[in-house]
């Protein structure tokens, strides 16, 4: 009876005032992770996103139908505003299925499993054929002869390091030989390239991702093979030497009209002030875009429509942005901040959920240009040990790929860190699917997003 | 090259003098995660346990085999011995299939899934038939007059609270249901008791667990029912009178001899001081026992092995303590209990692994009889700053059931806390296999634990 009088009355006090105390801050957030857990909000919407949707690269249909379906679950919310900001995407298309046999010597000829890489040129449809070289890193490309390259296929076969601390900090360490790899590969002479799938798993479903072409050299086929087949490729090797036959038809196409998604509700005391979070609404075309970044725009949509379900009314104004085309152009990230910077918008905070729906354990935290880290921390220490009962903490360093432009009128850019322990699993790959993400888990991300939003707003970011 | 150095000079560091600077220590900690996450040995030998021995349930033949295995593993990593520990264990036995029958007015018939509760009594051959009386509480059952429950079976339906932060706060909520709720529907003349599985999931997979008899009522045959079909049954009743047919051969048979196993490192310095970590080897007898607590066990199995292969020299001695019969008696705990009073033994910590194989988050803590919570965790937040980038920290408030009984003889009882999200979707059903143990997560929960037992073993507990 006490404790149900108590959240009554932190509830009144939270409509009656625009700062509340702490006290009744503790409340609120232990209703908003009660109201998370119990409804599962955003694992719903990522059900219906990736089931009856399904996955979202830029200029899919697929990601026309999201994008208006989005707009219209935000239009029920009860926000201020709701709209669409037009983008140009680039629109490339996987084409039919990729084709890769490895020919070993002796004519014995197995398929391997591959996904070519994304904004990669297809091979024609006649395919290539051409012999192997395996090589672990790009400088130990560079330390190769030109004859070694020339007319053949690259292998970069370096794994993730599975030792570093955090899985993102392995695939960083390991992602140049998809970045960069093909085009390096192409200004030696080699005609396809293919690499080890960017996973922290040993299986057989290839990983796909972007890989980046120049103006002068656009004419490298690129797969990523599973990191079961490159074991066989790189095993085959070692007793002689071996072939490969590729062929994919994939190519990019014309841009085509797309959008940001942005709901908002302006802020009473300070509506010039923004505290944005976001996602990326664009997904790989395999999978269901389930963990990258389904889940990151579910959590999105989820802190907007937890505090209007509450009747918050915002001190500040927040704004929930589902980005367009991270995955191959970051075309939505750069509309939104070029916009951002010419009508001289401030942001408070801009928070980036794209990391997976896994239980978060911190939010990793960078300052805008002018601002200082350390004076922003030790003030939001004040208010953070709200979170200390959900296990989430500041940390340093942090933000996210959609983010980034806003650096210059930001106050701090914040990346929310789940555990990474599977995420590279899944990512980029047809495991990247709804079954893959755990419902409490997931829950459990909205829910911090929302308590920090809230608190952020509250509060702000500096005395 | 730098940084090789520098490894190589902390590891010199290590084995020359007892106490270790902390830069050495951070380095060191670095190196037992590389190794933990690359090695992945208790993942390796979790795949044994489970998938060559099975479940563990006390006195089963299972049990000794696992027992057997454990002290031949131990044995090979050079500790300085290892031993079987005699317990008198109960041999509980679930005997054929378990047959329920749902029959509905009309006489529609269907059949639930169930699995009776562990040491609970079978029906007889011939099964039981009783009209079913649905309840929500224990306290629910005190207002019911004697009529509405003498010869019926009584059905504990009240589900976790999901709102809960922990799941485990979740299970302690709704596990008197389990617990003691068969004992009190007896003593009010009920004939069978079924209950809703303890489960975070909605799912067809009944979860067992241990109920409590009495010396005057052991003659109550209690089952749990799928969460599923606890939804059946409870919505059948909505629309009239229900019966269940249930059947249940189990039984209780003889106590049967069983060991704790321990292996152990004697320490230079201090080898009267104890430091033990342990898990429960027994599970029950449906699924795996892949996260309860075949996790902990080789958690506590990898601690020894790997500050051995480092060439580690204790200060304190080091004990892995695998207990038998936590599940449904906790005689082993007991008996090691017993004994370290008898033997006026000391523990400078004792910790329990018996919370899953996920990613931890933190480390539960209390102190024994003579110790002060307050001045433990201000001293040692001296060098559990070294656990940060792991975030790993200490918390108020833990331990473990087979480690309670040192209270009197330990200067800290400490339980591992991993995430919790996904535990009691497992736990205690068909569903407790390796296919649901990460094998990074588990990987994460010894690396953390070989580090705490690495920082209290070098720094104490107190000043």
């Known amino acids: 009876m006490t404790k149900w009088f108590i959240i009554v009355f932190s509830c009144v006090t939270l409509q009656s005032f625009a700062q509340v105390t702490t006290d009744s801050a503790a409340f609120f957030i232990r209703d908003i992770y009660r109201q998370s857990y119990t409804e599962m909000q955003s694992y719903k919407w990522l059900t219906t996103l990736t089931k009856d949707i399904g996955p979202r690269l830029s200029g899919s249909e697929n990601s026309a139908e999201a994008i208006k379906w989005a707009k219209a679950t935000m239009d029920t919310f009860g926000l201020d505003s709701v709209w669409l900001q037009p983008v140009m995407v680039p629109h490339w298309v996987r084409g ?65 390091d599975l030792g570093q601390l955090s899985t993102f900090s392995a695939y960083g360490g390991a992602a140049d030989q998809r970045t960069t790899g093909p085009i390096a590969a192409a200004e030696r002479g080699a005609v396809a390239v293919v690499i080890r799938s960017l996973s922290t798993d040993q299986d057989d479903s290839p990983h796909t991702g972007m890989t980046r072409l120049s103006e002068e050299i656009t004419n490298i086929p690129s797969l990523a093979l599973s990191t079961n087949d490159a074991a066989v490729l790189s095993n085959t090797l070692k007793n002689g030497k071996v072939e490969l036959y590729i062929r994919t038809t994939c190519e990019m196409k014309e841009d085509v009209l797309s959008f940001n998604v942005i709901g908002e509700i302006k802020g009473t005391d300070y509506p010039k002030e923004i505290i944005l979070v976001g996602g990326h609404f664009d997904s790989w075309d395999v999978g269901e875009g389930a963990h990258d970044d389904g889940s990151g725009c579910m959590h999105s949509m989820e802190v ?8 918050y009314k915002p001190r500040r104004t927040l704004r929930c942005v589902l980005f367009i085309n991270e995955e191959n152009g970051l075309r939505g990230g750069t509309a939104y901040a070029e916009e951002a910077l010419k009508n001289n918008e401030f942001y408070t905070a801009a928070i980036e959920s794209d990391a997976g729906g896994f239980t978060p354990q911190s939010f990793g935290c960078s300052v805008g240009d002018h601002a200082s880290l350390d004076t922003t921390l030790s003030y939001m220490s004040g208010y953070m040990e709200l979170l200390e009962p959900y296990d989430i903490e500041l940390k340093r360093g942090g933000g996210g790929a959609d983010i980034s432009g806003l650096r210059p009128v930001a106050g701090m850019l914040i990346g929310m860190r789940p555990d990474n322990a599977r995420y590279f699993d899944y990512h980029h790959s047809d495991r990247d699917i709804l079954e893959n993400v755990h419902p409490r888990e997931l829950a459990s991300g909205a829910a911090a997003l929302t308590s920090l939003v809230f608190l952020i707003d509250q509060y702000g970011i500096k005395g």
Chains 1, 2 share one sequence.
């Not at 070993?104 to 040129?121: C, D, R, V, Y």
């Open 304 to 311: 907007l429509y937890r505090l209007v379900k509450n009747n």
């Open 96 to 160: 039919e299925k990729e084709q890769v046999l490895m020919i070993a010597e002796g004519g014995i000829t197995i398929t391997l499993k591959a996904l070519a890489l994304g904004n990669s040129p297809g091979t024609g449809k006649n395919g290539i054929q051409a012999e192997v070289i395996e090589v672990q890193s790009l400088d130990q490309l560079k330390e190769l002869p030109d004859r070694m390259i020339q007319g053949k296929i690259v292998f970069f076969n370096r794994a993730m």
